[in-house]
């Protein structure tokens, strides 16, 4: 007997070979020299504080990734449901399946322009099925590009619905009113966080602008970590605490649907 196949992780759109985008990279960039620097002025005193920037600057490329992935993943979400709104209201009216696709790439070039990439591979679909490709070995390629449960649902709704005649309407208004609900729950657990977040950011800028405000104000009075070993490596371990923190605290704060 065979093992059934291990569940599909979602892929996300494609990106250049940092795994961010050009302006993601650059920001994370500036942002980690200005974080080094800070490093060399307020904890160590000492140039030897700029080795600081390599592992902040791939811990920092790690979560911009991650960031842009999610950003990219719930832009996708929102288009692809009001695809499956646009497809719907097309079969509504009485358009074939076919027409319907058309009805769809013509809202959505509305709403994001024909340079969108989501446009852009609705215009191939479309484009293939002007060559007289059956819809649902179209749409099934859309779902190997994007192995995303609700793709995936669809790539079968329409296959099964070809051969038996199912009621797309019904099963594609069903589809996009699940996507719905699921960015409205999305964008409520947002706001239920969004006042743990602010606080999560607070912490993580208070010990920061202290340790500023000190190294200004009366620089004698931490002076005696600067030059010494046991200094060193104090601030070395609080480095480390302070970005596990960080890394700790976002997975605290952010709730998965």
């Known amino acids: 007997m065979k093992a059934p196949p291990a569940p599909r992780k979602r892929l996300l759109p494609k990106a250049p070979p940092s795994g961010i985008s050009a302006k993601g990279f650059l920001i994370v960039l500036l942002s980690d020299i200005g974080i ?5 002025y307020v904890l160590f005193n000492s140039y030897l504080g700029f080795l600081s920037f390599f592992p902040v600057f791939v811990f920092h490329l790690k979560m911009q990734e991650k960031s ?8 996708f979400d929102e288009k692809y449901k009001e695809f499956l709104t646009g497809l719907s209201s097309g079969l509504r009216a009485g358009h074939s399946l076919e027409n319907a696709f058309g009805d769809a790439e013509r809202n959505l ?16 679909m479309n ?12 749409f099934s390629r859309f779902a190997d590009r994007h192995p995303i449960e609700e793709v995936e649902n669809m790539a079968e709704i329409l296959a099964i619905g070809k051969r038996l005649g199912g009621n797309y309407v019904k099963n594609i208004s069903e589809a996009a009113e699940k996507i719905r609900q699921s960015l409205e729950l999305k964008a409520k657990i947002a706001a239920l966080t969004a ?8 912490m993580l800028i208070l010990p920061p602008g202290m340790l500023t405000y000190i190294r200004i104000a009366s620089p004698d009075f931490i002076s005696p970590i600067y030059g010494t070993a046991l200094g060193i490596g104090l601030v070395s371990l609080s480095i480390a ?5 960080y890394a700790w605290g976002t997975k605290i704060v952010k709730i998965e649907v």
């Open 241 to 245: 605490c302070y970005i596990t923190a």
């Open 127 to 138: 484009r293939q099925i002007g060559m007289n490709i059956p819809v649902e070995e179209i």
């Open 195 to 202: 006042e743990k977040t602010f606080e999560l950011k607070m």
């Open 109 to 124: 070039s509305v709403l994001y322009g024909q340079r969108d990439p989501f446009v852009g591979e609705l215009s191939q």
């Open 68 to 75: 842009e992935g999610e950003k990219a993943a719930a832009g």
């Open 36 to 40: 080094a620097a800070w490093i060399s």
